[in-house]
């Protein structure tokens, strides 16, 4: 589609509000239906997941839709999207949808369609030899992990969104093609504690952390920043009204009780706060939205720092595939990881993942002491008796 | 950062086009900065949200919430958007001389 010439001119920048169309909204889903989605709509009776990455949905009508899903790495170039457009012109009349977890679905009803489908997404790579569009992300596996922005674009990161996506997807990739979990397990990212996007609601998330209190920059604090702001959107009320010798209004951080959200920096650019060495990833576990048996719950921090390795990130790789490992061993059909936590217990979740409990794990934020154990009910683990025993109070 | 020079004075801008000291406000500034903004002459009501978008910003060192300058100055935020078409942030604090708007905007 090319810009307007005719209907209303080009965009004069003399009159900006002439021919401005405006408040129109997106385009209504229906338009962009295949037509057996639109004809089925409402009416279908069940699905099946034929093998990973597909799915057969069957209308009351007999009419069946096929779908194949495969990943996709959220940041693409238009020639890419050309590429998966060639594809639905192929294959899918034109057709083709993307999923709430960024991965792009074909939908084909005809099962000579999908073959043919299938062995065309198969064969696509780049030419450093990873997969296109490789096929999977159903059923009880992993599928896309939900991320951010990263050093691609955002200014508050204290981690790589799209890199650390990669290195962890590259190893998690045998359970994007296979459904061999427990329960599905849901991976997401976000660069920063904003959180933008599920961190807060995941199986495994894996996050942003600054460990360095704000620089402030007291020279342009006070042209920059709306100060009130900047003293309110601290959590923790570190931050307090100063004045520098030269009489300019500033500010000044506690940094005893500081702990490094990066609020105010969102709020005044004059705060940076991002450091090479202290900034790192946290990793968190046992999140999910559904409300399958369990309530939705939120995901725990369970591991506080590892440093930012780019561009492979081996530490946080290595810590999300013991979780995932010892989930796959440990849980029942239909646990998600939460569920799998709680029925044995945190302590046991860290012994059966390998992950060193520390005292930055303990809640210490307000509604703190809910979090804390408030009850005789608990499991003997090693890391418990080796307390103990430091502590005097077994004797063997 | 640029400097423009409005009115034989050098004023400091930011690469949004933001004043990058308040203080160095003055009603040249707004007619200037009005251009870019797609504004071609600034009317008295221009002005009553100008100054009193100045006048709290003096008072509270923060630009007043969206709620209380519509309340305060008697402009709908559909009659704030006509005066200045890119809106009460972009526009009217440009205008005014405030810090550029900052979070998730």
């Known amino acids: 589609m090319a810009l307007s010439k005719e209907r209303l001119g080009r965009y004069n920048p003399e009159k900006p509000q002439e021919n401005r169309l405006t408040d129109l909204g997106p385009r209504h889903f229906w338009e962009f239906f295949p037509p057996v989605i639109q004809e089925n709509y409402g009416k279908w009776l069940y699905h099946d997941i034929l093998e990973p990455g597909i799915l057969a949905h069957v209308s009351e009508t007999g009419a069946k839709v096929y779908t194949v899903r495969c990943g996709a790495a959220r940041f693409m170039t238009v020639q890419h999207v050309r590429e998966i457009c060639e594809i639905a012109d192929k294959y899918c009349k034109g057709y083709v949808r993307f999923t709430t977890r960024n991965n792009i679905e074909f ?8 073959e043919a489908l299938k062995k065309d997404l198969e064969s696509r790579k780049f030419a450093g030899g990873s997969f296109k569009f490789p096929i999977g992300g159903t059923g009880a596996g992993i599928s896309n992990i939900v991320h951010t922005q990263g050093y691609i674009h955002c200014h508050t990161p204290a981690t790589d969104a799209s890199s650390m996506v990669k290195a962890v997807s590259d190893e998690l990739f045998e359970y ?44 342009y604090i006070s042209k920059l920043c709306e100060i009130p702001l900047a ?7 570190a931050i307090s009204p100063d004045k520098t010798e030269s009489g300019k209004k500033t500010v000044k951080i506690k940094s005893e009780r500081c702990m490094f959200c990066g609020n105010c920096y969102t709020m005044c650019q004059a705060l940076p706060l991002s450091d090479q060495e202290g ?80 005292e930055h794990l303990i809640d210490d934020y ?28 077994i004797e063997e | ?58 008072q509270f060192q923060i630009a007043p919430m969206i709620r209380k300058l519509c309340k305060e100055t008697g402009c709908s935020l559909k009659y704030i958007y006509e005066l200045f078409p890119s809106g009460p942030a972009k526009g009217s604090c440009k205008l005014a001389g405030l810090p550029k708007p900052t979070g998730c905007v």
């Open chain 1, 176 to 219: 994007f093609k296979g459904m061999t979990l427990p329960a599905k397990l849901r991976v997401s990212m976000a660069c920063c504690l904003n959180m933008c996007g599920a961190v807060h609601c995941s199986d495994i998330a894996l996050l942003g952390y600054h460990r360095k209190p704000p620089i402030v920059d007291h020279e």
């Open chain 1, 231 to 237: 003293i309110a959107a601290c959590p923790v009320g």
């Open chain 1, 279 to 358: 900034d790192g990833v946290t990793i968190l576990a046992g999140g999910k939205i559904s409300n399958r048996i369990s309530d939705p719950k939120f995901s725990k921090v369970v591991v506080p720092w590892l440093p930012n390795s780019f561009p492979r990130f081996p530490e946080v790789v290595e810590n999300v595939k013991k979780i995932v490992e010892a989930y796959a061993k440990g849980a029942n059909k239909y646990e998600r990881l939460g569920d799998w936590a709680e029925r044995i217990g945190w302590e046991r979740f860290f012994e059966q993942c390998g992950l060193e409990f520390t």
């Open chain 2, 1 to 58: 950062m640029a400097s423009v020079n409005i009115a034989g004075r050098e004023v400091e801008l930011d690469e949004d086009g933001f004043m990058v000291n308040p203080d160095d406000w003055t009603e040249d500034c707004a007619k200037y900065f009005a251009s870019g903004e797609g504004i071609n002459e600034l009317n008295d009501d221009h002005w009553k949200v100008i100054h009193y978008l100045r006048d709290y910003y003096k």
């Open chain 1, 366 to 393: 307000r509604l703190a002491y809910d979090t804390w154990r408030t009850s005789t009910q608990f499991k003997f683990t090693d890391a418990a008796w080796e307390v103990s025993k430091v502590a005097g109070g």
């Open chain 1, 107 to 114: 939908l084909v009803d005809s099962i000579e369609g999908l």
